[in-house]
């Protein structure tokens, strides 16, 4: 009898216990797409779609376990990074994934939440630049996340361009910039990478608070994407496509008082699976 896999991509990230962003949405993002999750949990945030009351954390100790945990029995085929609040935090993870260099990986720099509130404290900063974005395959900061990054304010399509420049600058192999914040009825986002320069994605603004957990989503599709097989270009262009298509579902759905979810089951896709030979089985034993 032929055995199968999961292609599996693992979200290393913090908790929303409304649904929409960190975690869950992480695993609903990978499971629409056709892939297998599995989780570590950075931070327990109490948070609705109104916004962050709290950060409750989680020791540095138990995530660099869970990471463990994890590559020790369903190694994953990509990584997403989200949340990661604490220069500690930052260490541990950067450390424990330097031992697997040739598995993509996805860094959402969650600084800011879709309700503004401010995710991140100011030493973490400092922290990322050196240790996550240079073993990260592409980082996906929005205008606001970007700011906080090059230090300067980020506005117009112009201020992303610089921006975008300059956080490649600071050891990043990819960025995408995402324009998701422009007030224009069509948006322009920018991947940036060493070997392809500048490339810019346009879409249609679609008119909704209904983008709760959008940069969580984004950041877990590529990966997805990336744990498939595709090409990154590939991946980012696909991964933004299905974020657009699943905000514009759901634009017109009403889940909590405030800034609510993406629709991310709109066109969910069947398990991939991938016929396992007997090298895999050696090692899977």
């Known amino acids: 009898m032929k055995t199968y896999t999961y292609p599996s991509v693992l979200?290393?990230?913090?908790?929303?216990?409304?649904?929409g962003a960190g975690i869950q949405a992480d695993i609903k993002t990978i499971s629409a797409l056709g892939c297998y999750a599995t989780t570590v949990l950075t931070?327990?945030?109490?948070?609705n779609t109104q916004g962050?009351?709290?950060?409750?954390?989680i020791s540095v100790e138990?995530?660099?376990?869970?990471?463990?945990?994890?590559?020790?029995?369903?190694?994953?085929?990509?990584?997403?990074?989200?949340?990661?609040?604490?220069?500690?935090?930052?260490?541990?993870?950067?450390?424990?994934?330097?031992?697997?260099?040739?598995?993509?990986?996805?860094?959402?720099?969650?600084?800011?939440?879709?309700?503004?509130?401010?995710l991140i404290e100011e030493?973490?900063?400092?922290?990322?630049?050196?240790?996550?974005?240079?073993?990260?395959?592409?980082?996906?900061?929005?205008?606001?996340?970007a700011a906080l990054l090059a230090n300067m304010e980020v506005k117009t399509l112009e201020d992303m361009r610089?921006?975008?420049?300059?956080?490649?600058?600071?050891?990043?192999?990819?960025?995408?910039?995402?324009?998701?914040?422009?007030?224009?009825?069509?948006?322009t986002s920018?991947?940036?990478?060493l070997n392809e320069g500048c490339f810019p994605f346009e879409s249609t603004k679609i008119r909704t608070n209904n983008t709760h957990g959008s940069g969580c989503s984004l950041s877990s599709a590529i990966a997805t994407y990336l744990a498939q097989g595709e090409t990154l270009i590939n991946a980012v262009a696909f991964g933004q496509s299905y974020v657009h298509d699943a905000i514009d579902h759901g634009k017109n759905v009403r889940t909590g008082?405030?800034?609510?979810?993406?629709?991310?089951?709109?066109?969910?896709?069947?398990?991939?699976?991938?016929?396992?030979?007997?090298t895999d089985l050696e090692k899977n034993r």
Do not use: W
Request: include cysteine; proline fraction near 7%; hydrophobic fraction near 45%.
């Open 62 to 118: 138990a995530v660099g376990e869970q990471i463990e945990a994890i590559m020790d029995d369903i190694m994953p085929a990509a990584i997403k990074i989200g949340m990661v609040h604490t220069p500690e935090l930052v260490a541990t993870i950067a450390k424990t994934l330097e031992k697997y260099p040739k598995i993509p990986i996805v860094f959402d720099p969650v600084m800011v939440a879709t309700s503004g509130h401010r």
């Open 123 to 145: 030493a973490t900063i400092a922290a990322l630049s050196k240790q996550l974005l240079p073993i990260a395959t592409i980082i996906t900061p929005n205008m606001d996340e």
């Open 52 to 57: 962050v009351r709290n950060i409750y954390p």
């Open 190 to 193: 920018l991947f940036f990478d």
């Open 43 to 47: 931070a327990l945030p109490v948070q």
């Open 11 to 19: 979200a290393i990230a913090g908790f929303d216990g409304s649904g």
């Open 257 to 278: 008082k405030g800034n609510g979810p993406l629709n991310h089951f709109f066109n969910p896709k069947k398990m991939i699976k991938y016929e396992m030979d007997r």
């Open 162 to 187: 610089i921006a975008g420049e300059y956080i490649l600058g600071m050891g990043c192999n990819s960025v995408l910039m995402k324009g998701g914040h422009q007030e224009t009825d069509r948006i």
